[in-house]
């Protein structure tokens, strides 16, 4: 079965900083992998993604994430916050056993500091 | 750029009662689902629908809960017994123009519902 982990429940940065929102996986088949946003009272924006090909994945606003398969993870990063990328993370998988259920992380709450 | 829609936005219910949830996915989108956030906690699959049937289905989704859709743009979940536990905020999602491993879910904006 599909399982992700994101370890923080929060993750707090100065703005124009580095930020980095972690994530595990674990898959049977080969990893799907998604970060998603959300806002206060809006639903899950897509961010990026990784199916295959380089292990350094850019998406929207900035944001890339890097697979890393021996550790089985797929981190968030950001090399310069803004104050308006504060809002709830989601990573999520999915594998290319079955059909397209992704499995959601627990999230992670990032608030960038002016 | 298209979207997914939700209605209503906020839905307020007595225990036992019947909900109807609403959603428009994306038109040229094959695939639906439903997945629920219980204030605070993780996001939860709860059915996928491909090919006017459902393609799969958590433990979540029991008797209680089905799946229509009707004319070909709405795609509905209704919940025939609301229960005090069924409170949250219900995201409808499309996916699908194509290769769909490679297509990510688009969400709408959801419906929270509140049972009493």
């Known amino acids: 079965a599909q399982s992700v982990a994101q370890p923080e429940d929060q993750v707090n940065v100065a703005e124009g900083n580095p930020l980095t929102v972690k994530c595990t996986y674990s898959?049977?088949?080969?990893?799907?992998l998604f970060w998603y946003v959300q806002y206060p009272n809006r639903g899950l924006q897509f961010l990026l993604k990784y199916i295959t090909g380089d292990n350094l994945v850019k998406g929207s606003y900035g944001f890339e994430a890097e697979f890393n398969k021996s550790q089985t993870s797929f981190h968030l990063k950001k090399p310069s916050a803004l104050v308006s990328d504060s809002a709830l993370y989601f990573c999520a998988v999915r594998d290319d056993t079955g059909f397209q259920k992704l499995v959601f992380g627990t999230g992670t709450r990032l608030l960038v500091s002016p | 750029e298209p979207e997914v829609t939700q209605t209503p936005s906020h839905q307020v219910t007595q225990m036992g009662q019947e909900v109807i949830l609403r959603c428009v996915p994306i038109?040229?989108?094959?695939?639906f689902y439903w997945y629920r956030q219980i204030l605070g906690q993780k996001v939860e699959f709860l059915v996928s629908?491909?090919?006017?049937?459902?393609?799969?289905k958590s433990e979540i989704f029991d008797d209680q809960f089905s799946v229509e859709r009707p004319d070909g743009s709405n795609f509905t979940l209704k919940i025939r017994s609301t229960k005090l536990e069924d409170s949250a905020m219900y995201f409808c999602?499309?996916?699908?123009?194509?290769?769909?491993?490679?297509?990510?879910?688009?969400f709408g904006n959801g419906t929270r519902l509140t049972v009493t």
């Open positions: 629908f491909y090919n006017n049937e459902i393609s799969e």
């Open positions: 898959v049977s088949g080969n990893p799907y």
């Open positions: 999602a499309s996916s699908g123009t194509g290769d769909l491993n490679n297509s990510p879910l688009h």
């Open positions: 038109s040229n989108h094959l695939y």
